[in-house]
């Protein structure tokens, strides 16, 4: 039996692992090892494997006084280990993560070219807020969603009769 394991990104190999998840989903935002590690000082980040291969990703950004108490959830697995209840288990894992840092609102952010993303996320409860480019010249644009229901939603197929 396989067994899932997530950790924390605190160390040199999950920096490189986490940063492979990302540029394999992103590859049009490529980031550096440095951006990784700009981004593991302000955020919640965790990789995760089955056994010992590295299946996907989570990054939760905390809530501040700033943003009205939003966190932004985001979970990543790599396309050969999708549509095995993978991405539910990091979602709900990272969403347990942001109400525990005491988020009021949960947002995420999908990649318009995404559908697996965006379909994933709609299953959930999420709906879209605002789509925009990040970069002149770019021709795809980011959609940021917003969970209508704070506390998650199970998706109706994982709902009891
Ligand atoms: C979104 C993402 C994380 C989903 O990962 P995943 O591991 O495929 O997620 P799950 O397996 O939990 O759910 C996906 C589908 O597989 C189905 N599924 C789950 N277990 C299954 C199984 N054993 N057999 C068949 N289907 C299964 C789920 O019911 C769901 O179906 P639906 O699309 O009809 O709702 C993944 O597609 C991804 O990384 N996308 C790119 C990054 C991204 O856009 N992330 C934003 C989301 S916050």
Redesign the pocket.
Known sequence: MTHLRIQAVDDEASIHDWQYVHNV??PGDVLSLDDVRARVARNRMEVAYLDDVL??CTTVRPPTEDNGATAT???????G???????????ER?LAQAHALDAQVIE????AS?P??????G??G?VELERYLLREGDSVPWID?RLDDPRGRV?A??QPE
């Open positions: 989903i992103i299946i996907g959830v985001i979970v990543r697995v790599l396309p280990f999708r549509r095995r209840g993978l991405g539910t288990r990091l979602y990272a995420s952010v999908v990649l995404n697996d993303g965006l379909r994933f996320a299953r959930h999420f969603l998706p197929a994982c």
